[in-house]
């Protein structure tokens, strides 16, 4: 599942020196009880897949979500190459994007699905 952040909320505001500093906020929320099942420690990192799409991504443990669900912020992987964004290339994080289905919608929005996605997560 992705998710907002108040410092984040649109990604060009992570090329913004005053506002991308701080501590890195890219990272998967990941249930304690989920992490020890895969093998997943706060703070490593881990690859996330979906078919044979996968990203890798900085783990943070919390009980905030619950049991079966990963949420990790959309609007990052600034990791492109002629962006212009200095500053976000820095601490480029990972594209949620990049692991979802472009083909799939929903049926009564015909919005892209971008929640409900099951994933595999090992550690890297």
Known sequence: MGRRQLRSNNSWMHNLPMLAKGPFRCVA???????????????????????????????????????????????????QPNTRMRVAAERPGANLNAILDETRRDPLSG?????????????L
Request: negative net charge; proline residues 8%; glycine residues 10%.
């Open 29 to 79: 929320l990941v249930n304690p009880a989920d992490a020890a099942r895969h093998h997943l420690a706060d703070g490593a990192r881990a690859r996330i897949t979906n078919g044979d799409r996968s990203i890798e991504v900085t783990v943070e443990l919390t009980d905030e979500m619950m049991p079966g669900v990963v949420s990790l912020p959309h609007g990052w992987g600034h990791d």
């Open 111 to 123: 919005n892209a699905v971008l929640g409900g996605v099951p994933i595999a997560m090992a550690p």
